[in-house]
């Protein structure tokens, strides 16, 4: 139990900053509490209250420390937030591990003064009246201006030839993986006799009364607009009932006359106005289009090649794809696309040329190349950094943000951060802190409330994905200062953030009743392993919980470096596991928010038998769905690392005799990356 403010117990010294003499400069603190009191040797005064009695600093503007940087003007007193610093949160972590020697306040003084000898640590947020002094720490940082070319540019065809189809059709037309359509069996078709007009295609329109009615035409083509009502639905495609081979017969379409017009304003309208939707069914009709280009603006060409190879169908989407990189290469080169507020279109391109190179897994570039869904979405990062208004959700609630930026931000977001997890870290000699500390601000829009919203591009909230972002850093952070003693305080908030974080969705309960409930994981662990979630609001909170625990385990083991028989990462790994046993590997309530990272995580780190059963039978599952994606590579790697890990990546005897200081403890998880790098052939690709 901690000790109440006023407590007694012996209080312990935060090393504050360290001169070139060595002498400390420290700060008292209550270590059952975590309260800073004042001192004779430090000017101005501190106040003795409680840490973080509200998730956010009462100051206006004052951010929590999970969102600074330690990095100070000369004429500058010591920052404001020193007063709350967080308390201990886990056994093992040290934050004095050097002698403390008290200095005279002019000799602190001095030390602040020179704000390059301070460790620098995660982005600055100004609070008046030093706002527009930091400003240029904050998101808004300058980076070196640099050419920027389109990474999808290439001589060979993207779409590579196929004699066989890639997949057998399912008999009864239906494919309810992590992409979904429906198409009609295979009957004799409704046409009317007599040939037909020279020039004109008389789709092959069949139906099926028996079979499982196919989404409405509505919602077969996902929107990039916005957070759908229901995150747990928000990849579901249907293919489009007039679909067969027989429709592929001819290239040429009717006359456009023949189509109904939806005038683009009005498609517009449909799209821009009320809560964030899936596209009208109309939407794009205005176009010029064929018949073949109408298909795959129905459904994606690549994933139609895979059941029908049909030579036609090739070519056309080799076209398309030349057509779009093309356009991709000028907006990368527009300087409209820089503009404060705009580059909206050049990250939508981004985005969508990044996604089909992670589903056309022959395509991917193999090392020592980088990934070229990866280069795409590292440039849809930088767009949305040299745009961002630079308004974050601290600082001002009126920021009006539009439903695309948001979504944007997160899928760009989503791709990059997850990758980092099995990648290296940067050299401790190329880490800038002020650069990398400064990344993927532009998650940070909106209200507190909004920041733990479960979002339909992820199945997380924002700050989950800021947080694993924060813990990559930290690591990178710890490796260039193993001693330093702001990483270590740094990591105890971002696990306290993520024991007590609650997330929520508009389809569960509502954002003030979240606060007061239990975190799902309670009526989680209730549940008989036999139990498979059958609601949509149960699937997303169970995603979002295993998202969570995923981020807890990956700070402990790679920012607190325990190792994976470690009892805390073991308890986390259980929690984990039973959140990924319940869930569905298919149908309505299994879509492309499903955990994939944090399955493979189960599976990477498990010492329980228990725990690699439950990854590898959810693997085991979806693959057997006929449906390309990007889990088949991802699980053929993690059975490659199964062969070897155990041997490479040592489990301790006695995993709880740890360093106290986390800096000094063994970084197995930077040398298992080290192993993954040396022996897979490509970059692993967790989204």
């Known amino acids: 139990m901690e000790d109440s403010p006023g407590s007694d117990r012996p209080l312990k010294r935060v090393k504050y900053a360290q001169q070139e003499d060595h002498s400390i400069a420290t700060l008292p603190v209550n270590m059952a509490t975590g309260i800073i009191r ?36 000369e004429d500058l007193n010591p920052p404001p937030w020193v007063t709350a610093l967080p308390a201990p949160l886990s056994a093992g972590l040290d934050i004095e591990h050097h002698s403390a020697t008290p200095v005279q306040p002019q000799t602190l003084s001095h030390q602040v003064s020179h704000p390059s000898r301070l460790p620098r640590l995660l982005p600055a947020v100004p609070a008046d009246p030093l706002g527009a002094i930091l400003h240029s720490q904050d998101t808004r940082l300058q980076r070196p201006q640099k050419t920027l070319y389109s990474p999808f540019t290439g001589d060979e065809d993207r779409l590579v030839e196929s004699n066989a189809p890639r997949y057998v059709r399912p008999e009864n037309g239906q494919v309810n993986g992590y992409v979904k359509f429906n198409w009609p ?52 495609m249907t293919m489009s009932p007039v679909f067969s081979e027989l429709s592929w017969s001819m290239a040429l379409s009717p006359p456009m006359g023949s189509i109904s017009p939806v005038s683009s304003q009005d498609s517009l309208q449909l799209v821009t106005t009320g809560e964030p939707r899936m596209l009208p069914p109309h939407f794009g009709f205005q176009a010029k289009m064929d018949m073949m280009d109408r298909r795959l603006w129905d459904f994606s060409g690549v994933y139609i090649y895979d ?23 000028k907006l990368l080169a527009s300087p409209e696309s820089s503009e404060i507020g705009k580059g909206s279109e050049v990250i939508t391109m981004a985005v969508i040329l990044s996604m089909q190179d992670i589903v056309l897994t022959e395509r991917r570039l193999k090392k020592p190349y980088t990934p070229r ?33 948001i979504s944007q931000s997160i899928i760009v977001g989503r791709a990059v951060i997850l990758a980092q997890p099995m990648m290296e870290l940067p050299s401790p000699d190329n880490l800038e802190p002020v650069q990398e500390s400064s990344r993927f601000g532009w998650l940070l829009y909106g209200t507190e409330k909004t920041m733990y919203e479960i979002h339909g591009g992820c199945g997380f909230s924002k700050k989950l994905l800021h947080t694993m972002s924060q813990i990559t850093y930290c690591a990178a952070r710890l490796q260039q200062e193993p001693e330093g003693a702001i990483v270590p305080i740094t990591a105890r908030y971002l696990l306290r953030e993520l024991l007590e974080m609650r997330q929520w969705s508009s389809e569960s309960i509502p954002w003030e009743v979240t606060q007061e409930r239990p975190q799902p994981i309670e009526w989680i662990r209730d549940m008989p392993d036999d139990f498979v979630i059958d609601s949509d609001h149960d699937m997303t909170d169970a995603t979002a919980e295993a998202w969570r625990f995923a981020s807890i385990i990956y700070l402990q083991g790679r920012l607190l470096r325990l190792p994976r028989n470690h009892p805390d990462l073991l308890s986390n790994l259980a929690d984990l596991a039973k959140c990924i046993r319940i869930m569905p590997t298919s149908g309505s309530h299994f879509t492309a928010q ?9 599976g990477l780190l498990a010492t329980d038998p228990d725990h690699k059963y439950v990854s590898q039978a959810w693997f085991e599952q979806v693959v057997r769905t006929p449906v390309r994606s990007s889990v088949p590579p991802l699980y053929q790697a993690l059975k490659r690392i199964w062969a070897w890990i155990d041997a490479e990546v040592e489990i301790p005897s006695m995993p709880t005799a740890l360093q106290k200081s986390i800096g000094m403890r063994h970084p197995w998880w930077e040398h298992l990356i080290a192993h993954v790098h040396n022996k897979e052939e490509e970059t692993l690709c967790l989204t």
């Not at 003795?48 to 929590?64: K, R, Y």
């Open 373 to 405: 869904w990866l280069e795409g979405f590292k440039q849809g990062e930088h767009f949305l950094h040299v745009t961002d208004p630079g308004g974050r959700f601290w600082r001002d609630n009126n920021i009006q943000l539009t439903n695309l930026r």
């Open 185 to 236: 069996s295979r009957r004799p078709s409704i046409r009317p006799s007599g040939p037909d007009p020279p020039g004109v295609v008389v789709e092959e329109i069949v139906s099926d009364s028996t079979q499982t009615p196919a989404v409405s035409r509505s919602s077969s083509i996902v929107s990039l607009i916005g957070p759908p009502p229901a995150p747990s639905r928000a990849s579901t």
């Open 594 to 602: 499903a955990p994939l990272l944090p399955v493979f995580f189960l």
């Open 38 to 73: 004042p001192t004779n040797n430090l000017p101005g005064s501190f106040t003795d209250a409680p840490l973080f009695e509200t998730p956010w600093p009462l100051q206006p503007g004052l951010p929590s420390p999970s969102q600074m940087l330690l990095s100070l003007p």
């Open 307 to 329: 059941y029908l190879p049909d030579e036609r169908i090739r070519q056309r989407i080799n076209e398309r794809y030349i057509m779009a990189d093309m356009h991709f290469s």
